[in-house]
Nanobody, 119 residues
């Protein structure tokens, strides 16, 4: 079993900051890529940021320069630092981990954490 748990969401005013955390636990051999996704009401889930094991990062155009993804390979964690938040960043944010576990490989999702940005 692999578990992915996000934390750190909340309500913030436009221009503010939040830091999301993601912890992966269970029977893990290694974790490949990790990513943060978000889903706003009535919209499809979209990639926000992605980081490889080597630390290479990718960002959605809408968050470049404002969000920073990081990871700690030793602790099996990832974080998303979100600055200069805008109302359009309001969504449920999900962490995804591409995990090598004893019986194979798979992508695992957390339950999501709500981020609400007020104008």
């Amino acid at each position: 079993q692999v578990q992915v748990v996000e934390s750190g969401g909340g309500l913030v005013q436009a221009g503010g900051s939040l830091r999301l955390s993601c912890a992966v636990s269970g029977r893990i051999v290694s974790i490949n890529a990790m990513g943060w996704y978000r889903q706003a009401p009535g919209k499809q889930r979209e990639l926000v940021a992605h980081v490889t094991t080597a630390g290479s990062t990718t960002y959605a155009d809408s968050v470049k320069g404002r969000f920073t993804i990081s990871r700690d390979n030793a602790e099996n964690t990832a974080a998303l630092q979100m600055n200069s938040l805008k109302p359009e960043d309001t969504a449920v944010y999900y962490c995804n981990a591409d995990v090598h576990y004893p019986l194979g490989y798979g992508g695992f999702w957390g339950q999501g954490t709500q981020v609400t940005v007020s104008s």
